[in-house]
């Protein structure tokens, strides 16, 4: 690799970063119930959502406990886009047998899924609406 490859690699690089930091959305979630996301289990309470792309492209979702300080981190298994924006910026749990676990974030431009358990007969869809987090 030349020197002139080289420096613009870093470059993009840079780049990249510096508009994947500079697009993080930050908005407040209270969660009435207990859930897990990925292996980890998180009580009721409120939380501060985060999201953005990483630099390989992929939807990062942080969701930080304001009670516990705990964090945890879902990165989206696909992504769907909106035609038009999206009203609320929700949320989605996927709840059987008193078990809910975090299945989605509805964003204003996409829908973003995460790997949930293979739901049964009596699966119910909760919806979290969020809120601008007014801490920033």
């Not at 969701?63 to 929700?90: C, D, L, Q, W």
């Not at 676990?101 to 949930?116: I, M, V």
Request: aromatic fraction near 6%; hydrophobic fraction near 40%; proline fraction near 4%.
């Amino acid at each position: 690799m030349n020197n002139a490859t080289f420096k613009l690699s870093i470059a993009a690089s840079v780049l990249l970063a510096a508009v994947s930091t500079a697009s993080a959305q930050s908005m407040k979630a209270e969660v009435p119930f207990a859930f897990d996301a990925g292996k980890t289990h998180l009580q009721a309470g409120t939380y501060s959502v985060n999201w953005e792309r990483s630099a390989g492209g992929a939807p990062l979702v942080r969701i930080h406990s304001v009670e516990t300080k705990k964090n945890i981190m879902a990165i989206g298994r696909s992504e769907r886009y909106h035609s038009t924006p999206a009203e609320n910026v929700a949320l989605q749990f996927q709840c059987t047998d008193g078990r809910c676990e975090l299945a989605g974030l509805r964003t204003p431009t996409s829908d973003y899924t995460f790997a949930t358990a293979k739901p049964g007969a009596g699966t119910r869809i909760a919806m979290v609406v969020l809120r601008p987090d007014r801490a920033e």
